[in-house]
């Protein structure tokens, strides 16, 4: 059964931990999955900006990063730092896997909107990936407490150049603010 | 099975300048709960329920559906469906085939205060849905309980590789209770026959 295989690949990405935290050695940093579900929640109940279709977004947040169950969470950026090269490198792999996992599962449309969001051009996968780096922050607020603020600062760096939606920007401003209290 | 407790209900907090921050903050806490079936039969570092929901939403977008059930609700059923555990945690009623209803009627009422309380006036469609998963009766909130069974045993299959299998016996007898759906129990079927091969071979 092609499709079960599918299932408990993405099933899979319960166990892989997030590498950006692993890195900072934080201790039981969340799963991809849980990442998932954080950014698939944000899909679910933030204003939206015109075009965009919240049934899409959301279908698009449970599987922007399905391909990670086969290569794995790879850091190609860090703060204003970015790896261009390893980046294009990650996606083409990527795009790769994605097409091995949903091979003869007859899941087209669930299948497109995993490489749309790894193109990253249309308005719903630049949207997605805004709310992709306000899950990160919203996490690393919560890590905050067991570690070392000025340990994480590169993630807020690192977000601040992705959101640029004004609703958005409203609540990365109000998280920042809570932050230095 | 697990002594009745009375779950603590939790002070309810102060509307924040921004309920929809507010409110999502606390959904992004059950990245942090762990599913207490797993943590009562002492698997190690168990997956939290937002892993449990990830799983959930998942099969909501990837199972072929019943008629009359429509994917996009069942979606954001899913996403939705244990949210009252961010402040409860993951209180449970049943193990195997043996439901305490005292208890669970104790905790469905503590789980619709928590979810008032929670989404107050905002976002009427969600607070909808999650509340129809509570009373299990619109046809989304019957076939995600079923996913919910299925999201299971998929995971103890998992588990199973580092434990005796005979711990988790408990799910599957659950599992079986719930699921009626003729594609799910292909699934099911497929997943439990996994089970007794890999038994086979390692026993």
Sequence with gaps: MKKLALLKQAMKLKHLKRTGWTHKDIPNPESVASHIYGVALLALTVPLPKGIDRDKLVQMALVHDIGEAKI????????????HHKHLIKDEEERGAIFTMFESTGLDK????????I??????????????????????????????????????????????????????????????? | MVPIQRYVFKEPRLPGIMPDL?????????????????????????????????????LALFAPLPKGVNRDSLIKMALLHDLSESNLGDPIYETGKFRNLKKYHLILNDKKKVLMDMFGKNYPTEKKLALDYLQQKTPEAKFLK?????????QALTYEKNYPPERLNEFWENAELYIKDKQLLKFFEQLRKERLTSRVNSG
Excluded at chain 1, 72 to 83: H, L, P
Excluded at chain 1, 110 to 117: A, G, P, T
Excluded at chain 1, 143 to 167: G, M, S, T
Excluded at chain 2, 146 to 154: A, G, R
């Design chain 1, 72 to 83: 794995g969470d790879q850091v190609w950026e860090r703060g204003t730092y970015s790896n």
């Design chain 1, 110 to 117: 669930v299948k497109k909107l995993s490489l749309e969001f």
């Design chain 1, 119 to 181: 193109q990253h051009k249309s308005p719903t996968a630049k949207f997605l990936k805004e709310l992709d780096k306000l899950d990160m922050v919203l996490e690393a607020l919560v890590y905050e407490e067991r570690v070392d603020p000025q340990q994480l600062n590169e993630f807020w760096e690192n977000a601040e150049r992705y959101i640029h939606d004004k609703n958005l920007i409203k609540y990365f401003d109000a998280l920042r603010k809570e932050r230095k209290k």
């Design chain 2, 22 to 58: 507010e409110l999502i903050k606390t959904a992004l806490k059950l990245k942090s709960v762990k599913r207490s079936g797993w943590v009562y039969k002492e698997i190690s570092n168990p997956e939290s329920v937002a892993d449990h929901s990830y799983g959930i939403s998942f």
């Design chain 2, 146 to 154: 079923e996913l919910d069974k299925l999201e299971s045993v998929l």
